[in-house]
Nanobody, 118 residues
Framework: QVQLVESGGGLVQPGGSLRLSCAAS????????MGWYRQTPGKQRELVAT???????NYADSVKGRFTISRDNAKNTVYLQMNSLKPEDTAVYYC????????????WGQGTQVTVSS
């Protein structure tokens, strides 16, 4: 029902910045909450940030003050601006989208690698 395409990952030095994007494509569904999660080898996927359709945001304590989530409802796109990156931010970042069509559903992006290293 909803396909997601992520972009923007890469290698950055500590203290640097990256911006992730996730575009949702659908012809039938209405997009509601959107968010970003991350995962490192051997660990569970963890929440980074979420944003409702009206713009209410929620952040993991570890990224508050450094990351900013935003969205463009007209484009069904969610962004994650990451500043002051630390080595511990290194992970695969996944976009998550909740949607409503004939029922409720959830889609995950393919994941994009973010590596913070000097």
């Amino acid at each position: 029902q909803v396909q997601l395409v992520e972009s923007g990952g890469g290698l950055v030095q500590p203290g640097g910045s990256l911006r992730l994007s996730c575009a949702a494509s659908t012809t039938t569904a209405s997009i509601s909450a959107m968010g970003w999660y991350r995962q490192t080898p051997g660990k569970q996927r963890e929440l980074v940030a979420t944003i409702t359709r009206s713009g209410i945001t929620n952040y993991a304590d570890s990224v508050k003050g450094r990351f900013t989530i935003s969205r463009d409802n007209a484009k069904n796109t969610v962004y994650l601006q990451m500043n002051s990156l630390k080595p511990e931010d290194t992970a695969v970042y996944y976009c998550n989208v909740n949607w409503r069509s004939y029922g409720l559903g959830q889609s995950w992006g393919q994941g994009t690698q973010v590596t913070v290293s000097s």
